[in-house]
């Protein structure tokens, strides 16, 4: 990689205590940028923090589908560090397979506030930061099931499917203010998500991530957190400047 991509750049990762989080707040980290680490999970979130150079992750505890607790997140990073130049939005929650006439309302309720409201709220309060200095990088992490469904995950594909679309429309109105919003959708990864994904024992657990998830994969293996990391490198720095309204698919061929 070429050195320190964001010196000088503040971003927030949210669901930054596990997977894919984790690996974006510590790729952005060794590349220079101060990291907020945004996630429900207080201790983990500290544990992430520790690992990183010092001075360069604060943690907070944060409920990405609370209004308040977003303005308390968004009003905490400016205080430490002083702007807001990267949002990454990938919190997220998984759903098992389950009938659509089985599925709850407060499941639905649930996926769509921690997956989709999320991008809301978070974007709603930084976007005057960033107005405010001409520039900014917003990076949802939706999910090939935002557009291409399985059998089963009705209100996760909803989520996601309307994660991009958000993305999309807040591409358009933000472009005036030089402020990129860009999706990364990310095909079966090796995080303590996939599991929750299929129902059953262990051993079910197990040989679902093979003839489900692996099988699925055009490539062939799952996709790994730092393959998201990555991308969502290029797309938070000055590489990608004139990219946004952009949807890649990080998924090993799962959506050809
Ligand atoms: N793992 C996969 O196969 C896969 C595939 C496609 C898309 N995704 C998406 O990628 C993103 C990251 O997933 P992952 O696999 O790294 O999952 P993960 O379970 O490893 O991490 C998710 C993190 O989000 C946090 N979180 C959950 N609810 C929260 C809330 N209300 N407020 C703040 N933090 C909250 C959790 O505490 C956890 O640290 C998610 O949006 C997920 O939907 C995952």
Known sequence: MNGQLLTGKTAIVTGAASGMGKAIATLFA???????????????????????????????????????????????????????????????????????????????DRTMAVNTKS????????????????????INIASIAGIRARPGLNAYCASKGAAIMLSKALAIELAPYKIRVNVINPGPAETPMLGKFING??????????????????????????????????LASDLSKIVTGEVMNVDGGRGI
Request: net charge negative.
């Open 30 to 108: 060794e590349q220079g940028a101060n990291v907020v680490l945004a996630d429900l999970n207080k201790g983990a979130a500290e544990q992430v923090a520790k690992e990183l150079p010092e001075g360069k992750a604060h943690p907070v505890q944060t409920d990405v589908s609370d209004d308040q607790s977003v303005a308390a997140l968004v009003k905490e990073t400016v205080s430490t560090f002083g702007s807001i130049d990267v949002l990454v939005n990938c919190a997220g929650v998984p759903q098992a397979f389950t009938p659509i006439e089985e599925l709850s309302l407060e499941q639905w």
């Open 201 to 234: 024992d262990d051993a079910e657990v197990e040989a679902g991530k093979k003839d489900i998830f692996i099988n699925s994969v055009p490539l062939g293996t799952l996709i790994q957190p730092e393959d998201i990391a990555q991308a969502a490198l290029y």
């Open 119 to 138: 991008i809301f709220l978070t974007t709603r309060h930084s976007v005057p930061h960033m107005k405010a200095g001409n520039k900014g990088s917003i």
